[in-house]
């Protein structure tokens, strides 16, 4: 293995490609950073199994048709547990629909495996700790010095 800084960086890449590839409904992506028997856990519920059991989350997720969405990972830390690396980590999923805005807050408490000289996500634990609804935001944006 390596020492945990290079760990939690690594983990961390894969953290921003896993939150970019669900901003962008990007399934093919999603497929390729998991392991095939790849496990998920979401709140209590029951953990299942299997790369399509996981595609369905995300699936779900994309007929939402949430015009804007952006996951901010953050607090990264990874820990070498035998063949596996335990992680944790701090998640904001913000949801911005046309009448409202959603943020939701919570923990990824995930297992990483190495696969062909690339870190795998084998189970995806994901616990919501708080949701805020909020009013709707802008979508236009003026820049200091701009009209």
């Keep these: ?5 290079t760990l939690a960086a690594r983990s961390a890449e894969l953290y921003y490609t896993y939150a970019r590839a669900v901003d962008e409904e990007d399934l093919d992506t999603l497929r390729s950073i998991v392991t095939d028997d790849v496990l998920i856990t979401r709140g209590d519920n029951p953990t299942e199994q299997g790369v399509e059991k996981f595609l369905d989350v995300y699936r ?25 690396i335990k992680t944790h980590a701090y998640f904001q999923a913000s949801f911005f629909f046309e009448d409202k805005t959603r943020l939701i807050i919570g923990v990824y408490d995930d297992v990483h495996v190495e696969r062909d000289g690339k870190l795998k996500l084998a189970h995806k634990k994901i616990r919501v700790q708080r949701v805020l609804e909020l009013p709707a935001s802008a979508a236009l944006y003026a820049h200091v010095g701009t009209k």
């Design 1 to 5: 293995m390596t020492d945990t800084a």
């Design 60 to 84: 779900a997720h994309i007929a939402l048709q949430v015009p804007v969405c952006k996951h901010v990972v953050t607090n990264v830390l990874a820990e070498p547990d035998g063949d596996e």
